[in-house]
């Protein structure tokens, strides 16, 4: 009993003193990967400008066509393609300078457990002791091997812990509005639909400099239908927006019903106030699930109710036409329909929602003149009685006496019927209607803001210029347009919009300011010449046949390995060619190393059992052959880890510019196929494409130096004794299945979790784009239920890949531990009976053990750095 303690401790304090190396080279590694961490969050910024260019160019493809703007979208792209690449190398180089010094402390434990074994064994005698030290050196082996695993998995884990930080950033976030709380505030029994503004003033938070509303005083009668009017930019929208708490005004006193806006129960507020937004709000459902958005409780709604609204709207000639009618699933945005569409289709929601109070945000723009008409008729017919306020710039909408609040610059100028306003002869309301003769703002159709966001992108930001190398070959289309156009409309000047003299500081000022158009009203006008002559442009578009080499460079379906390397050579430079060469030569070496390790660990282990007397020389000439081998295998698998990664992301970064050209170079009627979604595209050129440089940057290395490794070992064993190697050899048949099964069984996972995956991506890109609506609407209760039901397809399909890849991994291992049980069984026997040299026996030992279990790991990491 005494002798098992002392071996026990003996044992014990062997491997607390190799543990202690262990903290040592675990300290060094949490530095190291902190340091890491911050090279992944700075690679990950570039990365996320390449995508916003995408998102940016290809919902706005109309506009970079108009423009001829596509050369200038792939050098942007080039350029933040390129910019993430540089930060990636810088990744890939500080991950293997750590490597390196990982790879060679780890390997150096075990030189250094050894030393101080030899010494120990140099005063022992008892076999129990000798086994102590042997159990105490295989514990630390393993222990090693474990930790060697982490190593090609180290940028993968930053790049989720940044991941997670950001995820986590956003969780932690104060919420200004708890839309959870259900009741927080007044809420009237009725509402009747009095409204008041009381000196108002706002400042958006993101420009501090312009005054949203600037002293806004009006009064809206309950029952009153009102319209408001204004330039461009004075505050109409925003006044909409703060009535319904979407913004908080700064000072000043909003009342409903003389109960001010910051008493009242939120909820309350968007059950009694409807917007119907510029920019139609419509999700990707179905038409008639967009038009029940509308009501709280659908229980009692029919299909008869949802025809008659859009009816109402004169929708029903439109969806009829349409191949699935009211079941037609509209794109995020609604932008399979026309905008006058759009429009129309919010309007029938917001027809079936009728509140005591409702604000349209130019309803009829986009509408031609009959339905217009047609509709404001129908519009007045079914609110009368309750609070309308109309906002417009179509001032034909306004009959002699309906009453208007003129707006300028945050506030409201002149007020009255509008035959009153217009016997005025001057005046606010007078101006306004003096630019009503050029009425070329109706004729724009109503394109997202998103796509005059990107025409400011290409005209207005300076710095945009400094960014673009191409842009001297764009610029002078551009600018030919807009002279072409100025000239175009110069013999009728005098009839041009003109809204430098459109300036109301006072009741009576009109100031004599020269009709200089400003640069940005000059390229409104050349969008609007763009934009009158669209039908022709697009279908001349549409025209166009995709070039052949476009349709072959699309990929179909699952490419063979053989396929997807075969684009390296085109796409990558010669010194990545002899980047991509030497990196595979030092994962033959690196993995070289291993067998070569596992050999000189055999002479160790064998000197422990034969010579005693020279321990000591021999062991230290083992010793130090085991620090040579470290540093080769340090500086060799650094090399292939910095080499293959670099040009992998070189490879991709080529193949992803190629293929953004190429999407932009598309025909317009590319784009209006579903599986070339906006977030399909940015997907497959980031996320994809991430995926696909790891094919060569981790798990050809990784492929190739496993099979070096089971070469070497097993050729070495053969030469050693083939009886006990073909016994040793059962498992790899085992692995190769369990490798076969695996592939095929994730692949399956994959996809479906790439699905599940990008079902969830469009849903939350529809949802934040909409944010506004889904509060007023108080659609938070529907989102939430879809947005968990997707999250647990999710979470199933992830469920299943994990069950999937954990069962395939227990097999692997399982097969090793049966292969290495099984070997050592019969070694034993072949020493017992046929004479087997101990020496060979512990060589194969070695050599079979570490090239088999270096396979199974290999086994487990290629499916990790995929995920
Ligand atoms: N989200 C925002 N962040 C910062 N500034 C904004 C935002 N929305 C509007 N603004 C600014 O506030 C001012 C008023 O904008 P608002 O949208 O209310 O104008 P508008 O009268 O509705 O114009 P339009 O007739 O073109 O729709 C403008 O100067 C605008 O640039
Ligand atoms: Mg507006």
Same mark, same amino acid.
């Given at each position: 009993?005494a002798?098992?303690?002392e071996?026990?401790?003996?044992?014990e304090?062997?491997?607390?003193?190799?543990?202690?190396?262990?903290?040592?080279?675990?300290f060094?590694?949490?530095?190291?990967?902190?340091?890491?961490?911050?090279?992944?969050?700075?690679?990950?910024?570039?990365?996320?400008?390449?995508?916003?260019s995408i998102?940016?160019?290809?919902k706005?493809?109309d506009?970079?066509?108009?423009?001829?703007?596509?050369?200038?979208e792939?050098s942007?792209?080039?350029?933040a393609?390129?910019?993430?690449g540089?930060a990636?190398?810088?990744?890939?180089?500080?991950?293997?300078?750590q490597?390196?010094?990982?790879?060679?402390?780890t390997?150096m434990?075990f030189v250094?457990?050894?030393?101080?074994?030899t010494?120990?064994?140099?005063?022992?005698?008892?076999f129990?002791?000798?086994?102590?030290?042997?159990?105490?050196?295989?514990?630390?082996?393993?222990?090693?091997q474990?930790?060697?695993?982490?190593?090609?998995?180290?940028i993968?884990l930053e790049k989720?812990?940044?991941?997670?930080?950001?995820?986590?950033r956003l969780?932690?976030?104060?919420?200004?509005?708890?839309?959870?709380?259900?009741r927080?505030?007044v809420?009237?029994?009725?509402c009747?639909g009095?409204?008041?503004?009381?000196?108002?003033?706002?400042?958006?938070?993101s420009?501090?400099?312009?005054?949203?509303?600037?002293?806004?005083?009006? !009064?809206?009668?309950?029952?009153? +239908?009102?319209?408001?009017v #204004?330039?461009?930019g004075c505050? &109409? =929208?925003?006044l909409? $927006? /703060?009535?319904l708490t979407?913004?908080?005004h700064?000072?000043?006193?909003?009342?409903?019903d003389?109960?001010?806006?910051?008493?009242?129960?939120?909820?309350?507020?968007?059950?009694n106030?409807?917007?119907?937004p510029?920019?139609?709000?419509?999700f990707?459902?179905?038409?008639?699930r967009?038009?029940r958005?509308?009501?709280?409780?659908?229980?009692?709604?029919?299909?008869?109710?949802i025809?008659?609204?859009?009816d109402?709207? !004169?929708?029903?000639?439109v969806? +009829?036409?349409?191949?699935? #009618?009211l079941?037609?699933?509209? &794109? =995020?945005?609604g932008? $399979? /329909?026309?905008?006058?569409?759009?429009?129309r289709?919010?309007?029938?929601?917001?027809?079936?929602?009728d509140t005591?109070i409702?604000?349209l945000?130019?309803?009829?723009t986009?509408?031609d003149?009959?339905?217009?008409v047609?509709?404001?008729?129908?519009?007045?017919e079914?609110?009368?009685?309750?609070?309308t306020?109309?906002?417009?710039?179509?001032?034909s909408?306004?009959?002699p006496?309906?009453?208007?609040y003129?707006?300028?610059?945050?506030?409201?100028?002149?007020?009255?019927?509008?035959?009153?306003?217009?016997?005025?002869?001057?005046g606010?309301f007078?101006? /306004?209607?003096k630019?009503v003769?050029?009425?070329?703002?109706?004729?724009?159709?109503p394109e997202?803001?998103?796509?005059?966001?990107?025409?400011d992108?290409y005209?207005?930001?300076?710095?945009?210029?400094?960014?673009?190398?191409?842009?001297?070959?764009?610029l002078?289309?551009?600018e030919?347009?807009i002279?072409?156009?100025?000239?175009?409309?110069?013999?009728r000047?005098?009839?041009?919009?003109?809204?430098?003299?459109?300036?109301?500081?006072?009741?009576?000022?009109?100031t004599a300011?020269?009709?200089?158009?400003?640069?940005?009203?000059t390229?409104?006008?050349?969008?609007?010449?763009s934009?009158?002559?669209?039908r022709?442009t697009?279908?001349?578009?549409?025209?166009?046949?995709?070039?052949p080499e476009?349709?072959?460079?699309?990929?179909?379906?699952?490419?063979g390995?053989?396929h997807?390397f075969?684009t390296?050579?085109?796409?990558?430079?010669?010194?990545?060619?002899?980047?991509?060469?030497?990196?595979?030569l030092?994962c033959?070496?690196s993995?070289?190393?291993t067998?070569?390790?596992?050999?000189?660990l055999?002479?160790?282990?064998y000197?422990?059992?034969?010579?005693?007397?020279?321990?000591?020389?021999?062991?230290?000439?083992?010793?130090?052959?085991i620090?040579?081998?470290?540093?080769?295998?340090?500086?060799?698998?650094?090399l292939q880890l910095f080499?293959?990664e670099?040009?992998a992301?070189?490879?991709i970064?080529?193949?992803r510019?190629?293929a953004?050209?190429l999407v932009m170079s598309?025909?317009?009627?590319w784009?209006d196929?579903?599986?070339?979604?906006?977030?399909?595209?940015?997907?497959?050129?980031?996320?994809?494409?991430?995926?696909?440089?790891?094919?060569?940057?981790?798990?050809?290395?990784?492929?190739?130096g496993?099979?070096?490794i089971?070469g070497i070992?097993?050729?070495?064993?053969?030469t050693?004794d083939?009886?006990?190697?073909a016994v040793?050899?059962?498992?790899i048949?085992?692995?190769l299945?369990?490798l076969?099964?695996?592939?095929?069984?994730?692949e399956?996972c994959?996809?479906r979790?790439n699905?599940?995956?990008?079902?969830?991506?469009?849903?939350l890109?529809?949802?934040?784009?909409?944010l506004?609506?889904?509060?007023?609407?108080?659609?938070?209760?529907?989102f939430?239920?879809?947005?968990?039901?997707?999250?647990r397809?999710?979470l199933?399909?992830?469920?299943?890949?994990?069950?999937?890849?954990?069962l395939?991994?227990?097999?692997?291992?399982?097969?090793?531990?049966?292969?290495?049980a099984?070997?050592?069984?019969?070694?034993?026997?072949?020493?017992?009976?046929?004479?087997?040299a101990?020496?060979?026996?512990?060589?194969?030992?070695?050599?079979?053990?570490?090239?088999?279990?270096?396979?199974?790991?290999?086994?487990?990491?290629?499916?990790?750095?995929?995920?």
């Open positions: 009993m002798k098992e303690l071996w026990f401790d003996n044992t304090h062997e491997i607390l003193r190799v543990a202690n190396r262990c903290h040592t080279v675990l060094f590694m949490a530095f190291n990967f902190d340091m890491l961490s911050w090279y992944a969050g700075g690679g990950s910024r570039p990365l996320g400008s390449a995508a916003q998102s940016r160019a290809v706005g493809i506009t970079v066509k108009y423009f001829n703007g596509q050369e200038m792939i942007l792209y080039g350029t393609v390129k910019a993430a540089l990636y190398n810088r990744i890939a180089k500080y991950a293997a300078f490597n390196a010094i990982l790879r060679f402390l390997l434990v250094q457990g050894f030393w101080y074994a010494t120990l064994v140099t005063r022992t005698t008892t129990q002791e000798y086994s102590g030290y042997m159990t105490a050196f295989w514990a630390c082996l393993i222990a090693g474990q930790i060697e695993t982490i190593f090609p998995l180290v993968v989720g812990k940044y991941a997670a930080s950001n995820l986590r969780t932690m976030v104060d919420v200004e509005f708890d839309l959870t709380r259900r927080a505030g809420s009237p029994r009725k009747n009095f409204i008041a503004f009381q000196d108002v003033r706002f400042h958006y938070p420009r501090r400099d312009v005054a949203g509303l600037n002293g806004l005083s009006m !009064f809206v009668n309950a029952g009153e +239908t009102v319209f408001i #204004g330039k461009s505050g &109409k =929208s925003t909409a $927006n /703060l009535l979407v913004w908080k700064n000072s000043g006193s909003i009342l409903i003389e109960n001010p806006l910051e008493k009242l129960d939120r909820k309350w507020i968007h059950d106030v409807t917007y119907v510029q920019r139609p709000a419509l990707n459902e179905s038409i008639s967009n038009i958005f509308g009501k709280a409780n659908t229980d009692n709604l029919t299909h008869k109710d025809w008659r609204v859009c109402d709207v !004169f929708l029903t000639e969806i +009829t036409g349409l191949p699935n #009618g079941r037609t699933k509209l &794109k =995020s945005g932008t $399979n /329909l026309s905008g006058g569409q759009r429009q289709v919010s309007l029938a929601r917001a027809r079936l929602r005591s409702m604000i945000d130019e309803p009829t986009g509408l003149e009959a339905t217009k047609l509709v404001m008729n129908t519009l007045r079914w609110r009368k009685d309750k609070t306020i109309v906002i417009t710039h179509n001032l909408d306004i009959r006496n309906d009453w208007v003129v707006m300028d610059a945050g506030r409201v100028v002149q007020v009255g019927e509008r035959r009153t306003l217009e016997a005025l002869y001057q606010p007078a101006d /306004l209607l630019n003769e050029t009425p070329y703002e109706e004729s724009i159709p997202s803001c998103y796509e005059e966001s990107l025409i992108y005209m207005d930001d300076p710095e945009k210029e400094n960014q673009c190398p191409n842009r001297t070959t764009i002078p289309f551009v030919n347009s002279n072409a156009f100025r000239q175009s409309l110069a013999p000047a005098h009839k041009s919009f003109n809204p430098s003299r459109v300036t109301f500081q006072n009741h009576r000022a009109t300011a020269p009709p200089v158009p400003s640069r940005s009203q390229i409104k006008r050349a969008t609007s010449q934009r009158k002559r669209p022709r697009r279908q001349s578009m549409e025209e166009i046949p995709p070039k476009c349709k072959s460079t699309i990929m179909k379906g699952q490419q390995l053989r997807i075969s390296i050579g085109p796409n990558t430079s010669w010194s990545d060619k002899l980047g991509i060469a030497i990196g595979l030092c033959i070496v993995a070289a190393a067998p070569a390790f596992s050999f000189a055999a002479r160790l282990v000197i422990f059992f034969t010579d005693l007397s020279g321990t000591g020389t021999k062991a230290a000439f083992w010793a130090l052959v620090t040579g081998i470290a540093l080769l295998d340090a500086v060799t698998s650094s080499l293959l670099k040009s992301q070189r490879w970064d080529s193949v510019i190629r953004y050209g598309q025909a317009r009627s784009f196929v579903d599986k070339n979604k906006t977030s399909r595209i940015a997907q497959d050129l980031e996320g994809n494409a991430e995926e696909m440089r790891n094919l060569l940057g981790r798990q050809l290395g990784f492929a190739v496993a099979l070096t089971l070992g097993v050729g070495w064993s053969f050693q083939v009886q006990l190697t040793g050899l059962v498992a048949p085992v692995l299945l369990v076969r099964v695996f592939s095929w069984v994730t399956r994959e996809e979790c699905g599940e995956s990008e079902q969830l991506a469009i849903f890109r529809d949802m934040l784009d909409n506004v609506a889904v509060r007023t609407l108080s659609l938070k209760g529907y939430d239920h879809k947005h968990h039901r997707l999250l397809r999710s199933s399909a992830g469920r299943k890949r994990a069950v999937c890849t954990g395939t991994v227990g097999l692997s291992d399982t097969g090793v531990f049966l292969a290495t099984l070997l050592f069984w019969y070694g034993a026997r072949l020493i017992v009976q046929n004479g087997l101990l020496e060979k026996a512990l060589t194969v030992f070695s050599m079979l053990l570490f090239s088999l279990s270096n396979s199974a790991a290999t086994l487990r990491i290629v499916p990790q750095v995929s995920i």
